[in-house]
């Protein structure tokens, strides 16, 4: 039996199918946790859906900014949905979309294993949580998205403000900044204030900011972090922290890493060779 967490996948679908052929992935006694952005860009999101779907009881799912962006979307208009990218379209117009939108709003927003020792989240924690707090805050979401009110949330989560979490926060405002912090972040200032135009490798961040695993004083949390979302910071394993977000839809690679093996044991597998980085960079 083997635990593998897996990077943005954003529709890549070759080489997530590539990937499990590579783990040798056995549903029947192996698990798989995706950190996020399972769609959009990479050409195949409803395919890349329908195949981790069909894996759900084998697999835990942090949601990414792509995928509560998708969810969001399809609450429009059918005239609204037309005007998105084709892929998503697919996604919107598909006979199974209801299924499958029904099972992504169940999804997570933070994963924590105790027995593992890891925790999955698709971007970053709040510097002035501890693992109870980011927990609380993830479920908050969680419950709203899977309650009958989710139409409220999806329909106001968009927005750069508040840029940072505080107990403070009330309703609407409160999930908006805890699901920024929990899908939007790199960098911040030690209040927790988000830097939304940072996406560059840490460096050429603004004064004042740091990637949101580096802030000075931030809380102490005894757990590995697993994350994605940060293709410019590619491979990353320091302070506790294990980046995997390799750029596969920039023509990078689709990382996995090993969460149950005496020490982290990555594997990885090459983007289709049509892939490149656009003019704009990621978001």
């Known amino acids: ?153 999806l329909k106001n989560l968009f927005g750069n403000r508040p840029a940072a979490w505080s107990s403070r926060l009330q309703g609407v405002e409160r999930l908006r900044a805890s699901i920024n912090t929990l899908t939007r972040m790199r960098y911040c200032d030690v209040q927790g204030r988000i830097d939304f135009e940072g996406k560059d490798v840490p460096g050429t961040q603004k004064p004042g900011m740091y990637p949101w695993f580096e802030v000075p004083g931030m809380r102490r949390r005894e757990t590995r972090i697993v994350c994605g979302h940060w293709s410019a910071l590619g491979r990353f394993a320091g302070l506790g922290i294990y980046a995997i977000d390799t750029g596969c839809v920039w023509g990078g690679q689709l990382t996995a890493l090993r969460l149950d093996s005496e020490e982290p044991v990555y594997v990885t597998v090459n983007a289709e060779p049509h892939r490149k980085r656009p003019p704009g960079g990621e978001d």
């Open 1 to 153: 039996m083997a635990t593998y967490a897996i990077g943005d996948v954003q529709g890549c679908f070759p080489e997530l199918q590539r990937l499990l052929d590579k783990l040798r992935f056995d549903p029947a006694q192996d698990r798989l946790w995706f950190c996020g952005d399972l769609v959009n860009r990479g050409g195949q999101s409803l395919e890349t859906l329908r195949l981790i779907h069909g894996l759900r009881e084998s697999c835990v799912v942090t949601l990414g900014n792509h995928d509560l962006s998708l969810l969001a979307i399809a609450l429009r208009k059918p005239d609204a949905q037309a005007r998105v990218n084709p892929e998503l379209r697919e996604v919107l117009f598909a006979e199974d979309a209801p299924v499958l939108f029904e099972w992504l709003r169940s999804q997570k927003l933070l994963h924590h294993d105790e027995q593992l020792g890891w925790t999955m989240v698709h971007a970053g924690l709040a510097p002035m949580w501890t693992l109870r707090q980011a927990q609380r805050s993830a479920q908050e979401i969680e419950r709203e998205l899977s309650s009958p009110r989710y139409p409220r949330l």
